[in-house]
């Protein structure tokens, strides 16, 4: 058995250890703002208490237990499954079609979980029982989440199959855009012909919200996403050799048919689950790996793909604190956070940065 | 020579391009061999089906009927990844990861090798080692794709192809984007490399010249799909060269292996003698002005060149009336003067 060494460390001494220091710098990030998010909120608790029930579970003020237990602790990790799929699911796009402005949301794929949402809770509402996802058992978070990553699914099947045939980026992107208008009439016909309490429920679930996941749906969440993200980490490999393209990769003995297949599947589960409990949540998907390869000036996707999910956990986390208003009663949703504060951030760091366009030509 | 194995063979292989149910057949009943240590330049003019080839060989394309045997297997039968061991590719089209390094592409090249991970071993380490030396890719490998230029990206591409460690190699344009010397340096290297490493490389260019001289064989592609294979020379001695790129208003001039284009011969004749390199140059400065280079004793003007203490003189005899000039310009200003007087 010959040594085995990391292709990582064919890099220059330099660049791979300013590589290693960033990853280290979002991680301790990442452990910081999940302690943060859990102290902040409209109940104030004091943090060697956080810490004591984060770590002993344990104290003596049961409501304050019962906060952090069952409230704070899943909406962090909602946060953080959330900010690592929505994340990854964008860079596998981006790779896969080459294109520096597919995303989830962009793309349409969130529309089309949308849809599989919707088709749950509004054709679903003559069932009784169901009005919430709140509500549904653990059966129905696994509906919702086979209906939402079937519609992210069937969505990205589409435009995968007009990708083969047309090869301009900018005329794909407009494709999925339109598919994506597409599947949000047909959610809007939907609607004009549902009840409105069924109505309101979908309304607020748009909003998007990192609250609505606790036990059963939280563990069902956590499953999939963990099971998405391991598929891309194994697609790694064949994701580098997309970066050449197509006919390269092929050259290089890349199953392209298979590939494309695993990345579709990967990037609808991790779509399409997180869409279907926390509402479509836009940008994160598009703009974070454009963040993480700023910062780690790399392509090689070995590395992307654990630097993009820190560097989505990092700024979910902070989106979500923002959307508690520290010191306030109110929660506004998150949807509105990520876009109105994480916009401008993300701006910034392309701009200061300016080797976006390097990745992609 | 090419006293070795054969590597890649085509048997009544028909490319082209199929839609439904229609066909369109590029060239037919091909039957091609690549041979060891052999480098293969296809040449043919723009629209030939030089690409098509390219790709069908390549396991890009399916052929429209015929098979293709690499070490006589057929390729329709291998896996992506047994083909991938086999054969690699170096495409004309500008890749789009400018955010690697020289490195990380090069490394590319093990995918057929590596596990799932893609982490590399000793042997991958030594391979990639290897073919950037033999690339000559050693000063870039630490850069990134987008800050080299195009001479050496395509290096990188080359490196690339090395590292897969194929025994045939195709390339479709090499040469297309980068400037004389690195197309020269480009031709110069895939020929040592045939040589050295006992690869098949197979090559489509646009460069007849450079083609012409470091081509152990060509295949040459006519518009109507025909293919002609033989060695630069002979293609060139029984005229198949000069047919498959004639066109009106030039010719290949068989004494130095280019094309020349064609000036309209107008009616008035010089002699001209001198230093041979001199000679040459302002031959070629007053055939391109429409003068026609006679002997001595028809023309009615006589150029003698020689070098006077290193600086090259040109002497013109016009009707006995002498001058004389220290640059092609001012000759032919003399004569047009003289001409036109």
Known sequence: MPERIQSVKTLPKTAESRQKLILVTLAVCAVLFFILDIMLGSVKIPFDEVLNIIFQRKSENTAWLFIIEKIRIPKAVTAVLAGCGLSVSGLQMQTLFRNPLAGPSELGITAGAGLGVAAVMLAGGSSAGIYAISQLGISGSWLIITMASLGSGLVLFLILLIAGKIRDNVILLIVGVMIGTITLSVISIWQYFSQPEQLQEYIMWTFGSLGGVTQYHLYALSGVVSFGLLLAFISSKALNAMLLGENYARSMGLAIGRTRLVIMAGTSLLTGSITAFCGPIGFVGIAIPHIARALLGTSNHRILIPGTCLAGTVLMLFCDMIAQLPGTQTVIPINVVTSLFGAPVVIWIIISRNNLRSSFS | ?341
């Open chain 2, 1 to 341: 020579m090419s006293g070795g194995i054969s590597l890649l063979e085509t048997r009544n292989l028909t490319i082209g391009y199929r839609s439904k149910k229609t066909f369109r057949v590029i060239s037919e009943n091909l039957n091609l061999d690549l041979w060891q240590g052999q480098l293969v330049c296809l040449l043919g003019s723009n629209g030939a089906g030089k690409s098509t080839l390219m790709r069908t060989l390549g396991g890009l394309q399916a052929p429209i009927h015929g098979e293709i045997y690499i070490a006589n297997q057929r390729i329709a039968q291998l896996k992506p990844a047994d083909l991938a061991r086999k054969l690699s590719l170096v495409l004309t089209e500008r890749i789009e990861a400018g955010n690697l390094t020289a490195r990380e592409v090069i490394t590319l090249g093990r995918t057929p090798y590596t596990g799932w991970l893609g982490t590399l071993n000793a042997l991958d380490e030594e391979k990639i080692s290897q073919a950037v030396t033999l690339a000559g890719a050693g000063k870039i490998i630490d850069r990134k794709m987008h800050q080299l230029s195009d001479g050496e990206r395509q290096k990188v591409m080359l490196a690339r192809a090395l590292a897969q460690d194929t025994d045939v190699i195709l390339l479709d344009e090499p040469t297309a984007h980068l400037d004389l010397p690195s197309r020269m340096e480009m031709m110069h290297l895939l020929h040592h490399l045939a040589r050295q490493t006992h690869k098949a490389i197979l090559l489509s260019t646009h460069e007849l010249d450079l083609a012409l001289q470091a081509a152990d064989k060509l295949w040459l592609m006519e518009k109507d799909g025909k293919l002609t294979t033989g060695m630069p020379e002979d293609l060139v001695l029984n005229g198949t060269f000069e047919a498959a790129f004639a066109r009106p208003g030039f010719f290949f001039d068989k004494s130095t292996g280019t094309f020349i284009i064609q000036s309209q011969p107008g009616n008035n004749s010089v002699s001209l003698s001198g230093e041979p390199n001199l000679v040459f140059w302002t031959g070629r400065a007053l055939q391109r002005e429409g003068f026609v280079i006679e002997g001595v004793q028809e023309a009615f003007c006589k150029i003698v060149v020689a070098e006077v203490n290193g600086i090259p003189v040109w002497e013109i005899n016009w009707n006995n009336n002498v001058s004389q000039t220290t640059n092609i310009e001012a000759l032919i200003k003399t004569i047009r003067f003289n001409v036109n007087a």
